[in-house]
């Protein structure tokens, strides 16, 4: 069975990616990214980043990574009365609010994910979504 | 005081009758046994399972055999406002929707509990189900 | 950066051999394969086999995968004055003795491992060994 | 009260020289970074590392920083008989041999710390230390 894998060279670019748009919005994140078997590749904490959101944005990394899916997704289905209410109790803690995104290669299969905490969850998935993107335009 | 334990040759035939159900309904699931002490007995991730749901099979099977009970059953009472709000929060952390379900001997004592997750809540609990049926067409 | 995962019709074999194995010495065994990232994948605790050893056989095949090596050799350096004494506090709790094997693909390169833990330490080894060679006597 | 934190630009540049440190000794390493809070700052595990080196990197910088020591002076104390035996229970683990080293400001204050992880405690250290220096150098 064939997997791919982040590699640390992609990481360092989607890190920059992410950390670039964080600087456009003018938030300081947390980002982080998890590989294939969703165990931490890189980190990082802008200065001035809220200390309790680099355990979320982490979280959300593996969150998304565990779920084949973005973190937000999970939090749809996880409130009162939905189909996987407390979920977030599983796994040593999930973060299921936007934030975590997918990393894929060209076949579509996951390799990883970003996830992304510091601003608002619109804030953390657009920076996520911005770090993601530098794996897709990687040439 | 005797107790019934589930036993290794019942456990493989019910992950084997859960599998044969997963594979027929096309999902790769998390298949987990749990003794009458709520201890693991067995466990299987099929390939492509979803990495997440690994521990949450476990702790749906945990779940069942800790409050004797099928694990939605729990959810029904979790929910905000409910008798037993926030009951995840207990044992190292509960799963509280379907999935996990109870194995009754003869005498309709539980020896263990099945749970599985990789699917849709119905998925999972349809194959639990089928897991456990195995034990009760034993001869 | 492509990585082998071990598939799940190669785990039931590796776990029947060392189950065989236990059989013909007459020692009840907890049995556990985690895959390339070092999650569960496979888990089996035959009847009468020691409670306490669920946990260690899991934690073997763990520490072996974490290290790339048996997980017995981590234990002749994290002894007192040993470069690498106390280890065992990393990574949610190792276990630094025989019983962990790789598991290898033809390349010899690691695509998960075994560990073994119910008798002693070199009974545990021995069965350990016995799983990992089925993966190599594949066809 | 005062106090200085290593920052995000410093913390880049000490991260790139201890991994070209650890290119240039051809070891594939785990580097991470915490800040004068003990908390994580900056991480990169490079592409082979092994697995379980993560989680020690990260509690050999916590551990210096924790005590503001080098890593490795704590192993001596902790040692059977030792004053601190068995400090690595508190903290939720400490790694405490060496390749923990504190991050120092000009007027020797600590401001963090970095911990390595992937070779043998020799290597670790030599790279830490290279990250570290980087500090120093700054202009």
Redesign the interface.
Same mark, same amino acid.
């Given at each position: 069975?064939?997997?791919? +894998?982040? =590699? !640390?060279n992609q990481?360092e670019k989607i890190i920059e990616a992410a950390k670039a748009k964080a600087k456009e919005i003018g938030v300081a994140m947390n980002i982080a990214i998890v590989?294939? &078997?969703?165990?931490? =590749?890189? *980190?990082? %904490?802008?200065?001035g980043a809220l200390?309790g959101c680099?355990d979320i944005a982490i979280k959300k990394a =593996?969150?998304s %990574? *565990? *779920?084949?899916i973005d973190s937000g997704e999970i939090g749809k289905l996880s409130q009162? &009365?939905g189909? !996987?209410? +407390?979920?977030e109790?599983? +796994? &040593?803690g999930?973060i299921s609010f936007a934030g975590g995104v997918l990393l894929k290669d060209r076949n579509n299969k996951s390799i990883g994910a970003i996830g992304v905490s510091g601003g608002s969850v619109e804030q953390d998935r657009e920076v996520a979504i911005a770090g993601a993107n530098a794996l897709q335009n990687r040439s």
């Open positions: 069975m064939q997997t791919m +894998n982040v =590699k !640390l990481s590989d294939e &078997g969703a165990n931490l =590749k890189c *980190f990082l %904490r802008m200065d200390l680099a =593996k969150t %990574r *565990f *779920f084949d009162p &009365g189909s !996987l209410y +407390n979920i109790h599983s +796994n &040593g999930l």
